[in-house]
């Protein structure tokens, strides 16, 4: 059994105990609403005290609040081993170079089946041992560079993946692959973005929505598609690599700028705005959606320029906010702020005598749309353009979070309010374009004829 949380009581030990089960035993567990079978998984580190841990024979897991067992029958144990057997990446002089950074999470893993664990993966032979395909792609290495969750990403960890990033490519990988939490890739995306200018090859993100303990697991897939895009792709861009569709068809490459996480877990969660996604990756070939790609190019050199100002905030604006938010944040010495404002980039007017102060005090206000969709247009009102001559920025239709981010670099290299709307207005990555396409925003509605009939058509 596993020892007592942290050293507090833990009610759901106290449970296995009367029943005589403990870790990887396979058990039959009667709750107030059902009777499950499975194999009961070891907490994790975070995990709370109170719920025991089930792996079901379909792959899931799920909790059991302690005070809904009744019964636990032991019928067994399989106890894992966390080891997958390596073997040696096959090297062949044929095949293009591709490095792979982890910065934290599962790039891969591979499912006992004698035992149901998921055991992780990352060494090139632990991932030839998992995804076997990755063999016939390029010749892979990897280095760990951190080993965190994605929502604590920040400056700290931005900076030397750049670096690293510059270092492999400088040193003749022929694609980066980075792996990647999801909630904040588009993030990391798009700083990377501004931080990796003149790319000579590819640098593509990934991660996965499903482990791949569930059967409905995207992490291979996904790997496979962003290790051929870096090894193969045409396009020396930092993008994001990610299910198309909800079925595992296809994969899609984001541009760094102009993507974002749009679903808690759909595996299809990652949407390009306001434009199409660069290309789509199936079955070892690229197909080239968005022609304004940058062409992968050896004789380009990289720029490396990961200067940041950490005092950067974004404010999304909504009806009743205070002016003691802006107050606040000019007395706490921020530098930058972006606000996702209403419609074509509006706050209430009372917020303007606190924008006013803060511009006055010499920081640099940015007005984006939180529609995500179109552009801030602030001359068309009398609100934006009373936020026009206060001083306001408008970001055309960069999307929110890429403003934070290029603001961010901006203001590591100049505090002149000229200097810094212009940078901010000139697109350096394809986060502002000249219009969007007309199938550039797509926002299907269920349950209208035209939408349910087309859905019909989209295998599921």
Known sequence: MTEDFKGYRSPALDVLRRFGAGVWSEVTVTTR???????ILPRTETADPYHLVLKLPTGYNIGIHHENVKNIVVKGRREAHYKIPEKEFPVSPDKPSVVLLGTGGTIASRLDYRTGAVIPAFSPGELYGAVPELADICNLTTKKIFG?????????????????????????????????????MHHTASVLSFMLQDLPVPVVMVGSQRSSDRPSSDAAINLISAVYAAGHGPIAEVMICMFGPT?????????????????SSYRSTFR???????AMVEHGKVTILDKTYRPRDRSRRLKLDTRFEDKVTLLYFYPNMQP???????DQGYKGIVIAGTGLGHVNRKLNPSLKRAIDKGVHVCMTVQTLWGYAQMYVYDTGRDLLELGVIPCANMLPETAFSKLSWVLGHTDDPDQVREEMTTPI??????????NGYLVFQGGVPEVQEFIKRIPK
């Open 247 to 263: 079925s595992d068809q296809y994969n899609l490459l984001h541009r760094g700028t102009r993507v974002r996480k749009m679903h």
């Open 324 to 330: 003691d938010i802006v107050d606040a944040l000019v």
């Open 33 to 39: 609403d059902s009777v499950l079978e499975g194999l």
């Open 429 to 438: 990555a394809g986060e502002i374009t000249p219009r969007e396409p007309p």
């Open 272 to 278: 390009t705005l306001g434009a199409v996604p660069l």
């Open 148 to 184: 965190i969750f994605s929502e604590d990403m920040c400056s700290d960890h931005w900076k030397p993946l750049a670096e690293e990033v510059a270092r492999v490519v400088e040193e003749g990988a022929d694609g980066v692959v980075i792996g990647h939490g999801t909630d904040t």
